[in-house]
């Protein structure tokens, strides 16, 4: 469109534009296909002739269909605190005390948000010892069915049950996020997942990851503090399993039907790009979040998160994305250097079983299974039992030129700004 506007011809032959428009410079193959015009001038007669105006108009259109939406959980979204802090057991009433016959107190604990409490007992006797944790409300009364458990993170999961049970009213019906688990963990916050959508395009694509339509391209972030203590977003996941799909099983054209038995997808803009989309996007929410630095992870996150060594992990994270940045950096005077964020690398393995809630399995033993009821709770408890090591990311700063042009101009759709 700023092309077209800058152009010197106000009006020519269909045969003019067309050979005028496929030789336009700084205007990329995707951009003109999406526009629409070489599709419509074709159309006509080589000698009919059109104004500038008139292609204007027409482009507007398609690229209509093109526009972006971008989501995340609501903010207003209310969640109980998972945050615990240790207490003397001297605060304990009598009346309470006076119920732990034959039993020593390890230690307490308490969830600051509520004020319950999870009380830890030895009990020794003829056939051995053994250890349970008691729960109570915040007047100190058991909560009912009375019930002792054995292990600390069953205490914990019931009582942040009961919190986000008594505060349910206040809690968004929006999705929540989904994928936590496969993302770095450590001293980590406001974990967020990003859902960019084609809402008006013509063709519809059934996205199997968040069950949205026409979900062109997914980020997952999160705020941290490097090992210097200096705060970056870190952009952990970009992907499109849109185009990775048509990549692997090819496209198919606006207003045709895939061939019987093909698994073939949609034809759709921002096919050799949508990293560079990605990219964009990412420092857009930055912004946002008052960040300056975004940091991206490399291909040995995802094959050791995932377990394999995929050839297309090393292309876009190791190449594509800071091959985006190092040019983007290069125009706008951005810094963009290596920085280390601390992790725990979990041992275990987390997954969500309908009707169950989330199986804890322990590394290496496949019968050894927990079944904990809250996600932030599990999350809690991989992170804890992880491996303490760093992680090498890769740190783009933005400048505050390129920060006033994205606060001035947005996102733009094809191409840099």
């Known amino acids: ?95 309470v005390l006076d119920t732990f016959t034959d039993a020593e107190i390890v230690n307490c604990h308490k969830l600051e948000s509520f004020n319950y409490k999870l009380v830890r007992l030895k009990f020794t006797g003829m056939f051995g010892c053994g250890e349970s944790w008691v729960v109570f409300d915040e007047n100190w009364q058991r909560f009912k069915p009375y019930k002792d458990y054995i292990h600390a ?56 990851h968040f069950y949205l339509k026409n979900l062109v391209l997914h980020i997952r972030t999160s705020e941290w ?40 997808v949609p034809e759709a803009p921002f096919k050799k790009e949508w990293h560079e989309l990605g990219i964009k996007l990412a420092i857009w929410i930055a912004l946002q979040s008052g960040h300056r630095r975004v940091a991206f992870t490399n291909s040995n996150v995802h094959q050791s998160r995932y377990g394999k060594d995929l050839e297309g992990f090393r292309l876009l994270y190791d190449q594509l994305i800071p091959k985006a940045l190092a040019k983007l950096a290069a125009r706008f005077d951005c810094s963009l250097e290596s920085a280390k964020i601390a992790v725990s690398q979990p041992t275990d393995t987390l997954r969500y079983q309908n009707g169950t809630g989330w199986e804890l399995r322990k590394q290496g033993k496949d019968e050894d299974i927990q079944i904990i009821k809250n996600q932030v709770v599990a999350m809690r408890y991989l992170e804890s039992r992880g491996q303490n090591k760093s992680v090498e990311v890769l740190v783009f ?21």
Request: glycine share 4%; net charge negative.
């Open 397 to 417: 700063e933005i400048s505050p030129a390129l920060a006033e042009l994205v606060r001035n101009k947005g996102v733009p759709l094809f191409g840099w700004w």
């Open 225 to 264: 503090k490097d090992t210097k203590d200096q705060p970056l977003l870190l952009i952990d996941e970009i992907q499109s399993d849109w185009h990775a799909l048509g990549r692997d099983n090819g496209y198919y054209d606006q207003g045709t039907l895939s061939d019987e038995g093909s698994n073939a």
């Open 1 to 95: 469109m700023e092309w077209l506007h800058k152009l010197n011809m106000r009006s020519a032959p269909a045969s003019q534009w067309m050979a005028t428009i496929s030789a336009a410079k700084g205007v990329r193959e995707d951009e003109i296909d999406k526009s629409g015009l070489l599709q419509f001038l074709l159309e006509f007669n080589a000698a009919h002739k059109f104004t500038k105006k008139e292609l204007l108009n027409i482009a507007e259109y398609r690229f209509a269909a093109c526009q972006l939406t971008l989501r995340t959980e609501r903010l207003t979204t209310y969640r109980p605190a998972l945050q615990s802090a240790a207490f003397s057991s001297e605060t304990i009433p009598q009346k």
């Open 153 to 208: 993170v069953d205490a914990i999961d019931f009582l942040y049950t009961v919190a986000a049970d008594r505060f349910s009213a206040f809690s968004s019906n929006s999705p929540r996020n989904h994928y936590e688990r496969y993302s770095l963990l450590g001293k980590n916050s406001s974990y967020k997942e990003w859902v960019v959508c084609l809402p008006d395009w013509p063709e519809t694509y059934e996205n199997t």
